[in-house]
């Protein structure tokens, strides 16, 4: 039996992840980066696809698990009928190598226990070349990778797999210290597993302790924040949307896309999350990041970047691997990328509105870049696009996206109202009306009182939700209160939000999906915009109870089988549960913030820093400027 998704555990070191079965079985991990080749592959296959499994030699009469407090140290305890052993497993400080390690630690008695370990590169296709040395240090390469295993276990290899059998008594330790290096370079340095958890704890602790989390949901907020700094790519700033790929949205479909990267769409509810939380660090490197990732012409901006901000996410299919529940294809990289999609650019200028109001970062910062992205946007604003939820099916006039560009021009037009930037303003205010009133012509259905997903369209969007936290209309009118309200009949079930009806919808795609969690959440913020207080904690407490064990959420739930689907986990449900939670306890609103004339109300207390990341403290990153600026040349529409 396939394990469940949200049955796994995250450990991580803010450059690659992996998950940790309920078993004790790694299932995932790609190293060593998040979107690098896996080498532990089970999670979409089989275990001949590669895994970790260390678990006692008879089965367990119980496992129960945490996380260390304020950290992303995993403990999984087992009991079994002569004693009680307890699985530590984290993600060593990243230095020059990459560090995954386990510790077995006897809590009573004594327990014999089991390791088998398959390591196979490429996503389970490459059985590497495994040689045990003169210290017992156990090495595998395949071309550019390298593997090495430390352990004072006694290993052995049968059919291409590694095993160890070995007991443990009460106040003894084993450690299990794995590491990754490139091939043509020397072993990694062996690693102290002790030292190495004391270090962890102290990093993740220190981080933790610099948020601000009090008050009703701490807990909640915590882990969803430590959760987000998990899959921040440390390098560069950059949040991946998830650390897995082709986790099914409807178990046997073929909704399965590769999330290892990092989307434009979810930029400002993420910066603001973090602003709220007083992670600026990571706010800041996160709005650098956005500002590198799409310099250049803005013609070529995408809605998605790889981890460094690379353009080409090519998606092929690894037809070897089944799929997790045999959910094909599974899916490397994602074609979404090249996709045309309006409301990324009322995106981006959202967040350098929200970070200027912040002061992350100087009033003039990247306002030259900004300014080429609007004059883009004048041309293109009236083009159908594939929409928020990424369509493969017929381009549409989206009335989220229509409204994400009129965003663009009243961010801009705050920008010179409340911080002197110069620019066109007359130019800006005569396009942000024509938008408004196109709108309200084609995108409103005033039979219905309702928004629609798109010109010309009966059916709903749970973007819509967002109209009225963008600033578009007021949360109290009575034409947004109708489209929540027609939200809840059509996209709501069981108490979960769908993105849209899929039945209805020509998304390219077969039918059916589960209920997306972001939308649950923002679901819940219009609740609370419009008065309805009690039913948007009702609806907040219901999405905190399907979190896992851990406090871990996917991108959708599947309310028909009690289960999560979807990539796992999902930063933007994380960011979604993060808002909300403010929301319904803060003075200060995050669905007010994007909008509010008088400002954040949030702002750094200082210059941010580099964030810091395990074992490097401060780090040095690129810092954007108007030289990474392009202009248009006098080709540039010839594509």
Not at 52 to 68: F, N, T
Not at 198 to 205: A, L, M, S, T, Y
Not at 252 to 276: H, K, P, Q, V
Not at 422 to 440: M, S, T
Request: charged share 25%; with cysteine; net charge negative.
């Amino acid at each position: 039996m396939k394990a469940p998704i949200e049955s796994y555990g995250l450990i991580g070191d803010c450059q690659t992840a992996a998950l940790v079965g309920r078993d004790g079985s790694i299932d995932w991990l790609c190293w060593p980066r998040f979107d690098s080749e896996a080498c532990f592959a089970a999670l979409l296959g089989q275990p001949s696809n590669g895994r970790w499994l260390i678990a006692p030699s008879e089965e367990p009469a119980e496992v129960s698990r945490c996380y260390r407090e304020d950290t992303l140290v995993l403990e999984t305890t087992f009991t079994t009928a002569s004693g009680r052993v307890t699985l530590i497993d984290f993600m060593q400080s990243r230095g020059s190598t990459s560090d995954l390690v386990r510790l077995v630690r006897c809590d009573e008695g004594e327990v014999a226990m089991c390791m088998e370990l398959v390591l196979r590169f490429g996503y389970g296709a490459t059985v590497p070349w495994v040689t045990r040395l003169e210290d017992g240090t156990l090495r595998a390469i395949a071309g550019p990778d390298m593997v090495v295993l430390r352990t004072p276990a006694n290993l052995w290899g049968e059919n291409l797999q590694t095993f160890a059998m070995f007991k443990v008594e009460a106040g003894h330790c084993v450690p299990f210290v794995m590491s990754y290096g490139p091939s043509h370079l020397p072993l990694p340095p062996p690693v102290d597993g002790e030292d190495a958890l004391e270090e962890c704890v102290r990093f993740w602790c220190d981080w933790t302790g610099e948020t601000k989390t009090e008050g009703a949901h701490s807990e909640a907020i915590r882990r969803s924040l430590i959760t987000l700094k998990a899959l921040t790519y440390a390098p560069s700033g950059g949040i991946v949307a998830a650390p897995t790929t082709s986790l099914p949205e409807r178990v046997g479909g073929e909704r399965n896309w590769d999330y290892r990267f990092c989307w434009i769409r979810d930029s400002t509810l993420t910066l603001l999350a973090l602003m709220n939380a007083g992670v600026y660090d990571e706010a800041s490197a996160w709005r650098d990041w956005l500002q590198r990732a799409v310099a250049g012409d803005p013609a070529d901006m995408q809605i998605m970047y790889g981890l460094m901000g690379e353009r080409r996410l090519v998606e092929w299919e690894a037809g070897w691997l089944p799929g997790y529940l045999d959910s094909r294809p599974v899916r490397i990289g994602n074609a979404a990328y090249r996709q045309f999609q309006l409301d990324v650019y009322g995106e981006l200028m959202d967040t350098f509105e929200q970070a200027r109001k912040g002061s992350l970062a100087t009033t003039e910062s990247g306002w030259d870049l900004q300014l080429e992205l609007l004059k883009h946007v004048a041309n293109i604003w009236q083009n159908p696009d594939s929409g928020l939820w990424e369509s493969r099916g017929p381009l549409r006039h989206y009335t989220y996206s229509k409204v994400m560009a009129w965003v663009a021009f009243d961010r801009a037009i705050k920008a010179v109202e409340r911080h002197g930037l110069p620019g066109p303003i007359e130019d800006w205010r005569a396009l942000r009306e024509r938008i408004r009133d196109q709108v309200w012509e084609h995108g409103f259905d005033p039979a219905r009182n309702t928004f629609v997903s798109a010109y010309g369209e009966t059916t709903l969007d749970a973007s819509l939700l967002l109209l009225s936290e963008v600033g578009f209309v007021e949360a109290t009118d009575p034409r947004f209160v109708g489209t929540v309200e027609a939200i809840e009949k059509d996209l709501m079930v069981d108490g979960f939000v769908r993105r849209y009806d899929t039945v209805q919808s020509d998304d390219g795609l077969s039918h059916g999906e589960g209920a997306f969690l972001a939308c649950s959440f923002w679901l819940a913020d219009a609740y609370q915009s419009i008065g309805r207080h009690d039913d948007a904690v009702r609806l907040f407490d219901h999405l905190l109870a399907i979190r896992n064990d851990l406090g871990l959420l996917a991108e959708e739930y599947d309310h028909e089988n009690g289960r999560q689907l979807g990539n796992f986990p999902q930063a933007f449900s994380h960011v979604g549960l993060i808002n909300t939670a403010f929301n319904l306890t803060r003075a200060t609103h995050p669905t007010e913030q994007r909008a509010r004339v008088n400002g954040s109300e949030v702002h750094a207390p200082g210059k941010p820093r580099a964030p810091r990341r395990p074992g490097h403290g401060a780090e040095e990153r690129a810092h954007p400027d108007a030289a990474n600026v392009r202009s248009p040349g006098p080709s540039a529409g010839a594509r």
